[in-house]
């Protein structure tokens, strides 16, 4: 049961909500709880499949979904920076709204509903080494070194901290707090962005209504559970993507569909629990 193809089908799951996940660490690191994720992945999704049938060009369709879930993410920037607003509800109501902007626009603009797919549509295709991965799956990985560098051995990171853990010493500073955290919801969204690109054109080449299916809020536990830190936000990442992937090779022997689908998110609740219990016991009685 545990072979290669296991780790390839475990990456291939992984790389969408890796992604999402060092968005929401980058937000949550300048002092922004992004539960926005799931939203951005979704028009993601949408924008990939668009940008690359009407061009012709995967990866076209990869600069396109860039483009619309950094768009996307100025809701979150501009209600919880700019009006002050609650990011819980905003995230909330933002992830509402792109399932019913991307069912409207399946509609629209493919002239189709509940899902889309057509025999020219261009996916990303395979490369490097490891058989099935596109070109995201590796700098999806590459991300997190240079993050965790940016982060924690560049003063950028330092300021973005400070930011996040004592804004108003930062801004007595000179440094300008609006700024870095309308760049790290737009950096995220830029990265969810191509999580949502890897979704729809890398481990499938079709975009159907809600297909991100629960991975951006998989990765705001993996925020949680990493601790911020963009290699702890890879090793949670990396367990989600081993429990869809264990999932899909359960349905392959013969376990319902229904049962394979929840594994990821028994393990996310799990994971939580145990997080729960043991930072429980961590603190002073």
Not at 38 to 44: D, I, N, T, W, Y
Not at 179 to 198: E, T
Request: hydrophobic residues 55%.
């Amino acid at each position: 049961m545990i072979d290669a193809s296991l780790f390839s089908s475990a990456l291939t799951a992984l790389t969408p909500i890796l992604f999402a996940a060092l968005a929401g660490a980058l937000c949550q690191r300048a002092g922004v709880f992004n539960i926005s994720l799931e939203g951005s992945l979704l028009v993601g999704c949408f924008g990939a499949v668009a940008g690359s049938w009407y061009t012709g060009s995967a990866w076209i369709g990869v600069v396109v979904a860039v483009i619309a879930a950094t768009a996307y993410s100025l809701i979150l920037a501009i209600g919880s920076i700019t009006f002050d607003g609650d990011p819980i509800v905003l995230g909330v109501a933002s992830n509402l709204l792109a399932v019913g902007l991307t069912s409207f626009l399946i509609r629209t603009v493919f002239g189709t509903e509940g899902s889309f797919s057509d025999p020219t549509l261009q996916g990303l295709g395979q490369f490097g080494p490891i058989p099935g991965q596109s070109l995201l799956v590796y700098l999806s990985w590459l991300a997190v070194p240079a993050l965790a560098v940016l982060l924690y051995r560049h003063p950028w990171g330092l300021r973005l901290r400070g930011v996040g853990e004592r804004p108003e010493a930062a801004s007595s500073l000179g440094v300008n707090v609006t700024k870095y955290r309308y760049g790290v919801i737009l950096a995220g969204g830029a990265l969810c962005g191509l999580g949502g690109a890897q979704l729809a054109l890398g481990s499938v080449t079709l975009f159907a209504e809600n297909m991100t299916a629960g991975r951006g809020w998989i990765a705001v536990v993996a925020v949680m559970l990493g601790r911020a830190h963009p290699l702890g936000v890879l090793l949670a990442a990396l367990l989600f993507g081993l429990a869809e992937a264990l999932g899909f090779r359960l349905q392959g022997i013969g376990l319902p569909q229904q049962a394979t689908d929840a594994a990821p998110y028994v393990v996310t609740l799990v994971a939580l629990f145990l997080s729960n219990v043991k930072r429980k016991k961590g603190q002073p009685a």
